[in-house]
């Protein structure tokens, strides 16, 4: 949220994404899984239009309630300003 848009940027970037995940090793193993998500959201100026990515990636079960998650993500269209074309994302997750 941008608290003091300038110009013609947007205060707030409305966007949504949709995921699927699947574990690899099915019916065997359960502590890798497959992740692909689709998304799109407003740019974060008024006059761009959406922009839409993708991206993939593979969980890795590290500990007994932790995930190792590594992927590409990229924009794959829309918008006018310059984008980065693909990006190596990283996450780590605990359960509580």
Do not use: C, W
């Given at each position: ?58 969980g890795q079960q590290v ?34």
């Open positions: 949220m941008n608290i003091s848009p300038e110009g013609h940027d947007r205060s707030v970037i409305p966007g949504i994404i949709l995921g699927y995940s699947r574990p690899l090793g099915y019916p065997r193993r359960f502590d890798h899984t497959f992740v692909a998500e689709v998304g799109g959201r407003a740019s974060e100026e008024t006059e761009e239009g959406a922009i839409v990515s993708a991206g993939v990636s593979l500990g007994h309630q932790s995930v190792l998650v590594l992927g590409l993500k990229g924009d794959i269209g829309g918008g006018d300003g310059e984008r980065s074309q693909l990006r190596l994302v990283a996450g780590y997750s605990v359960a509580f």
